[in-house]
């Protein structure tokens, strides 16, 4: 099946499993805390489960999903470098439970520890990111980036997530941030997709797991969007369970931002 045609089949895939198994639980599921204190629901497990079953149909690979053990995550990913699904059942488990709209199913397939194939959709939005490395980035039919032209930093609109973020960084970008207007959104995938879009300029994480960037870096590069790690300019090299990102949806945004974050941290 040539890639344009299976990357078609895999935004029907995240379609169907969100209309049959997480909408249906939407405000209506109860929740448990996992060992990190994170949310989880029945819908995360439901989901997850579907996905394996569709996803290997296919393209025959074994699937890394978010709600696995971290061993069975480490195993996967050492054995499986030809070819893996990677996904995050429902990414915003917290907006999910809370009734907020920002969640999301994120879907990638990785070669050799670099994503080829990526879909995030939300189904509240009934919105659709999907990107094919070498080939481009969409929402609903429409190529990314959404938004075009260069902003500049003081009008800059940036997602940040300091939870993670260690150093001064926390305090710095809340406190004398570069830029001009600050979001937070609660979903990784969503924030990768909305930098795509051209919605937000800016993006800094302290520590993504790999099914939160999975899909997502790959539709914001697809879309023209650069990053790096905080520690390294090589982000494919840094800790694939703890990545964190500094990106940006043009070159002179990123240049700034990049330095602005590096020397803050």
């Not at 994480?205 to 023209?224: N, R, S, T, V």
Request: one cysteine or more; charged letters at 20%; proline letters at 6%.
């Amino acid at each position: 099946m040539p890639d344009l045609e299976k990357l078609e089949r895999l935004c029907a895939i995240a379609r169907q499993v969100a209309e049959e198994e997480v909408m249906p639980r939407f405000l209506s599921v109860p929740t448990e805390r996992k060992r990190d204190g994170s949310l989880f629901t029945e819908a995360d497990l439901a989901t997850q489960m579907a996905l394996a079953r569709l996803l290997y149909d296919l393209a025959p690979y074994p699937m890394l999903g978010e709600e696995m053990s971290d061993e069975k995550h480490q195993q996967l990913w050492d054995e499986n470098q030809s070819g893996l699904w990677v996904v995050d059942p429902i990414d915003g488990t917290t907006n999910f439970v809370h009734g907020l709209p920002h969640f999301a199913v994120s879907i990638s397939l990785m070669r050799c520890g670099r994503p080829m194939m990526g879909v995030v959709y939300l189904p509240v939005l009934n919105e659709c990111f999907y990107a094919l490395a070498g080939y481009g980035a969409w929402m609903n039919g429409v190529r990314l980036p959404l938004v075009h032209g260069e902003t500049q930093m003081a009008e800059a609109v940036a997602i940040v997530e300091p939870k993670w973020l260690s150093g001064r960084l926390p305090s710095r970008v809340t406190t004398v941030p570069p830029f001009g207007s600050l979001r937070n959104f609660g979903a990784s995938t969503i924030d990768w997709c909305y930098l795509a879009a051209g919605r937000v300029d800016l993006m800094l994480h302290g520590a993504q797991k790999l099914w939160d960037y999975a899909a997502g870096a790959l539709i914001a590069e697809e879309a023209g969007c650069l990053y790096a790690a905080l520690a390294t300019d090589d982000y494919w090299r840094h800790n694939i369970w703890a990545r964190s990102v500094v990106a940006a949806r043009t070159p002179t945004l990123f240049e700034a931002w990049k330095t602005w974050a590096r020397a803050n941290h």
